[in-house]
């Protein structure tokens, strides 16, 4: 029943993007704040599509995405709200279309959220997270999907099978395979391997990528791994691990952009692990980032969104807290005490 009403919806929403396809549009292409693999992949895929379509169109991006991802094909052209403000508060102001990549709700895009709530461009959703919002006229919402890129990938490969060039199959791949965890989270299904062969075949540099994204690491992101794991504490009787990282302890190693990234996941390689937390304090935002991750049955979406002003996926998802890291730890102990009869 929900795979034949998803199917329906993919059909409506293809056959309305073509309808505004048909005409030449300005278009806008949004992926969330702190853009990943997933939601820069896409929307520099969509954007090379778009061009070949003979559209204007450019990709938004809330801030800055983390240098791992600095080589991505299209990637000097986005422009950034922080950095390129007044570039960007016109791109918006004369949007007839505007899409949104990898996020399913506007509180995802930071202060960019009023401009594009007060913005009469036509508003498309692309996004495989659960509970969308409703801000969009156009959604094609997948949670069944492993990652934004594969739904693009389907997009493009309904509308032209042919418009595959390896640029687009770069950013394709990559996303992919940072939101499977190189194909090994068990949101990658047959489908999934199916469109990354296609896109192997139409020129993406399997290889390659995977040494870009994760052989890139500096000496410092190595040394911030190492405190990160002395930190992590084990919660007694309980198949859950947490780590804590201070602004301190980042700034010791020289943190920049993106030196967390997959930390978490260190949690879950431990035996018997079924919860993995961490907690990074960003002293500048006034808050602490956290991020969770989950084996099996337990949801970090709803843990997520219960406790820490977040949400995400099943086994992945962020979250919250404008307290200290001292406080953050008591409160998420006793949120587990109220969920550990769930494991
Ligand atoms: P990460 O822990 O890698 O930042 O994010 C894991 C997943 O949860 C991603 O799909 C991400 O988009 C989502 N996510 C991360 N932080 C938040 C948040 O604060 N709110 C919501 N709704 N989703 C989040
Ligand atoms: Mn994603």
């Known amino acids: ?105 506007l509180s995802r895009i930071g202060d960019l959220e009023p401009l594009i709530k007060g913005s009469k461009a036509t508003k498309i ?97 190595l040394k911030l791994l190492g405190i990160t794991l002395s930190n992590m504490k084990h919660i007694k009787n309980l198949p859950i691990v947490y780590m804590t990282l201070s602004q301190e302890e980042l700034n010791t190693c020289d943190y920049k952009k993106g030196d967390t990234e997959g930390f978490v996941n260190y949690g879950l390689s431990m035996e018997g692990i079924l919860f993995s937390c961490i907690m990074i304090e960003n002293q500048q935002e006034g808050i602490l980032k956290m991020s969770f991750r989950s084996q099996g049955n337990f949801s970090v979406n709803d843990f997520a969104r219960i406790y820490f002003n977040g949400g995400g996926h099943h086994n992945a998802a962020g979250g919250m807290s404008k307290e200290s890291i001292k406080k953050t730890v008591i409160r998420f102990e006793k949120a587990i005490k109220e969920v550990a009869n769930q494991f």
């Open 125 to 221: 959703m692309i996004d495989h997270h659960e509970s969308p919002g409703d801000y969009a006229s156009l959604m094609y919402s997948d949670p069944s999907m492993s990652s934004t890129c594969e739904m693009v990938y389907h997009l493009i490969n309904t509308l032209n099978k042919n418009a595959f060039t390896s640029e687009i199959s770069d950013c394709l791949y990559t996303g992919i395979m940072t939101d499977t965890g190189s194909f090994r989270y068990p949101n990658t299904t047959p489908k999934t391997h199916k469109a990354i062969a296609h896109l192997i075949e139409a020129g993406a540099s399997s290889s390659n990528i995977h040494q870009k994204i994760y052989d890139s690491a500096s000496f410092s992101r």
């Open 1 to 105: 029943m929900k795979i034949v009403s998803l199917q329906v919806m993919k059909q409506h929403f293809i056959s309305d993007l073509q309808k505004l396809l048909n005409t030449s549009q300005k278009i806008v292409i949004l992926p969330h704040k702190n853009p990943d693999g997933d939601a820069l992949g896409s929307t520099l895929a969509l954007r090379f599509f778009l061009l070949k379509k003979k559209h204007e169109a450019v990709v938004i991006s809330p801030n800055d995405y983390p240098d791992f991802l600095n080589w991505l094909p299209g990637q000097d052209t986005v422009l950034k709200f922080n950095k390129d403000t007044k570039e960007v508060r016109q791109k918006i102001d004369s949007a007839t279309l505007i899409f949104t990549l990898d996020f399913n709700n």
